[in-house]
């Protein structure tokens, strides 16, 4: 295509804010951008960037070449089914719902269309955003790299098949809230034990950052860097021991199943 992409987000909830966001502050992009809500007001701050605005989904889809289905999983049917009165030849779908496969949306959409399967997490919104993409056999190349940079502008992004996307869910798209989790309980506690300071919660999440970026960099796996800080017979020696008994890592994993499995169930109810 050597005209720019007409780029539509069908939702204006915190991802389509925080790709957006990404694109509006690339230097460059192969995109013009459009924006359609149920709530119109949401769309408005975007008018004066350059945003076009539209005052419903079809005459968006209508417009774009590239289309954002930025909406709730239990949304999709009553967004996508209208849609089908639209010639939706030369259209590519670009979805970011739990559990709804590129299968499920081609159904809804009453076409067989290009679709891109992505998964993001909510630090997009700082631009660190880790996004999963696959894609169905009608998506070209070239599509799937566009996607790619709507997405790489908030982070970054990695490539699946999409037997795996439901499962990628727990990995990269929930962990934000286990993480936060973990952070509320270490901070809790800290105070609990009189820990008051102003630059308490503060310092657990620079913890927190500098503990990711250590795995990131240091070359060392996961369970290296913590052999690294217990010392025998010392505090963190101590403490590892308690999280263990408790089987943190099977609580988790545990958690992580449980996602999978809703998605799952999410993607089977649209059928």
């Not at 630090?123 to 997405?151: C, H, K, Q, W």
């Not at 490539?159 to 439901?166: F, H, S, T």
């Not at 913890?207 to 860097?225: F, N, Q, Y």
Request: glycine share 8%; charged share 20%; net charge negative.
């Amino acid at each position: 295509m050597n005209r720019p992409i007409r780029l539509a987000f069908l939702g204006a909830g915190n991802m389509t804010a925080a790709m957006l966001g990404g694109l509006l502050k690339a230097n460059s992009h192969p995109f013009i951008l459009g924006l359609t809500s149920r709530t119109l007001e949401k769309c408005e701050p975007y008018r004066a960037q350059g945003v076009e605005i539209f005052p419903d989904n079809s005459s968006a889809v209508r417009w774009a070449d590239m289309i954002v289905l930025a909406v709730k999983p239990q949304q999709y049917r009553e967004v996508l089914e209208p849609l089908t009165e639209l010639p939706l030849q030369n259209k590519v779908f670009v979805s970011i719902a739990a559990g709804i496969s590129t299968e499920a949306v081609c159904e809804m959409l009453g076409a067989h269309v290009p679709v891109i399967r992505a998964m993001p997490n909510t630090p997009m919104l700082l631009g660190m955003g880790t996004t999963a993409l696959s894609r169905n056999a009608l998506t070209s190349d070239e599509d799937y790299r566009a996607a790619s940079v709507i997405f790489s502008a908030s982070g970054m992004t990695m490539d699946l098949p999409e037997d795996k996307m439901n499962a990628v869910i727990a990995a990269i798209g929930s962990s934000p809230a286990y993480l936060y989790l973990i952070i509320s309980a270490i901070y809790e506690e800290a105070r609990a034990q009189g820990v008051d300071a102003p630059t308490l919660l503060e310092g657990i999440c620079q913890m927190t950052a500098g503990a990711a970026r250590m795995v990131l960099e240091s070359g060392e796996s996961p369970e290296t860097l913590i052999r690294r800080v217990c010392s025998p017979g010392g505090t963190t020696e101590r403490a590892m021991q308690v999280l263990r008994e408790e089987d943190l890592p099977g609580i988790l994993a545990r958690a992580m199943r449980a996602c999978t499995a809703r998605a799952e169930e999410l993607g089977a109810q649209k059928r």
